[in-house]
């Protein structure tokens, strides 16, 4: 499951960067104006017009021959895509600059938010901060000083979205202004999430990253639905031992292995093929949408407590779905899982777009114009 930090930010800042002024010459502008009583430095700025074109540039409708690092024809071309809850079709420029704004807004809202809190961040956050800024500069150094990248802003960037970590926990968290309860957090358990207990068949050979043939996934198919008539026939239907997944597992891994033509020199390994764990939404967006979701329809079909035969394309999953309640308490789930994050992280984000788009924008076109998107390097 995605932390708030990388939710919260990958949605809001759309990217892993954010540039400086560092490389730049003296007399561009340091900021772009204020959004509230919000500084946008120049950085920011930046930051969120890369991201933004590299957005767009994944929904260009491109010539034959450009490509996503064109960025005269991502400028030119036809971009359409969803921007919040607003199906918008634009040239690229266009869309580059919406998503810009959007982005510059969410950034003041944490700001102003945070301080209207009073709220200061806990020594382990702003090391975890000095960690990833230390990583990202050195995976990304060179490309991060082409595109005039300072190790500053990507620290401020990454405090950025500390700070909306910590909001979270302070609005809906135990102790906070709106704290979630008991009885929204087992609503939300029975009705948006999936318990889902599991055992992997894999149809991939992952030593030569090569495809079961049809005539290995027949004999994998099989031995998928063995594994399922063996686990169907648990004394108990509300829950399956973990005993029984793991037993269930080193039977039938093993031997989907050798179909494959591969061995597994260590027993023990089947065993990361079992599995019981809590899907969130955003877990199980991953597998499908509302029109057809590839993991939660099969096990819809089947039936609750019900043992099935998935098939995921890399794997077929020998899976059903349960009631977490008969084995843990909510106060155990919240615990385990992070359940405040899937919860109210995107209502929490939203809340910031809404509350960044109503402040007052004081912001100088004049110093947006010099950091034009036309100036992105996309090739160190």
Not at 318 to 333: C, G, M
Request: one cysteine or more; proline letters at 3%.
């Amino acid at each position: 499951m995605r932390s708030i930090k990388t939710k919260l930010l990958s949605l809001g800042m759309a990217g892993s960067m954010l540039l400086t002024l560092a490389g730049c010459n003296l007399s561009t502008p340091s900021s772009v104006g204020t959004i509230g009583d919000v500084e946008i430095p120049a950085g920011v700025y930046l930051l969120a017009q890369y991201n933004a074109y590299n957005t767009a540039s994944g929904l260009a409708d491109l010539a034959t021959g450009e490509t996503a690092n064109d960025v005269k024809a991502v400028l030119k071309a036809e971009c359409t895509g969803t921007i919040g809850d607003e199906e918008v079709t634009a040239t690229g420029a266009e869309y580059i600059e919406k998503l810009t704004m959007r982005a510059i807004e969410y950034y003041a809202a944490v700001e102003t938010k945070f301080a209207e809190l009073g709220a200061t961040l806990e020594d382990a956050a702003t090391s975890e901060v000095a960690d990833n800024a230390d990583s990202m500069w050195e995976s990304n150094g060179d490309l991060y000083e082409a595109n005039g990248i300072g190790k500053t802003s990507l620290t401020s960037y990454l405090t950025n979205a500390q700070k909306a970590s910590t909001i979270l926990q302070l609005v809906y968290g135990p102790d906070g202004t709106e704290p979630v309860s008991d009885e929204e957090y087992t609503d939300f358990v029975n009705n948006s999430c999936y318990y889902i207990e599991s055992v992997e068949i894999p149809l991939v050979d992952y030593n030569t990253y090569t495809m079961a043939d049809d005539d290995q996934k027949a004999q994998l198919q099989a031995l998928a639905e063995q594994c399922r008539d063996e686990l169907s026939q648990e004394a108990d239907s509300a829950t399956t031992s973990s005993s029984a997944l793991y037993e269930a597992a080193s039977t039938y891994v093993p031997q989907a292995m050798e179909v494959m033509g591969a061995t597994m020199e260590d027993a023990t390994q089947a065993l990361y093929y079992a599995s019981s764990r809590l899907y969130t939404p955003d877990d199980l967006s991953t597998y499908g949408d509302d029109e057809y979701n590839n993991l939660t329809d099969p096990l819809d079909e089947a039936g609750m407590n019900q043992w099935t035969v998935v098939d995921l394309g890399t794997m077929l999953l020998v899976a059903r779905r349960i009631d977490p309640f008969k084995t843990y308490t909510i106060a155990q789930l919240t615990s385990m899982y992070d359940l405040l994050t899937a919860m109210k992280s995107e209502e929490l984000m939203n809340e910031f777009y809404a509350d960044g788009a109503a402040l007052p924008h004081a912001l100088n076109e004049g110093a947006m114009k010099t950091y034009s998107a036309s100036k992105i390097k996309k090739n160190v």
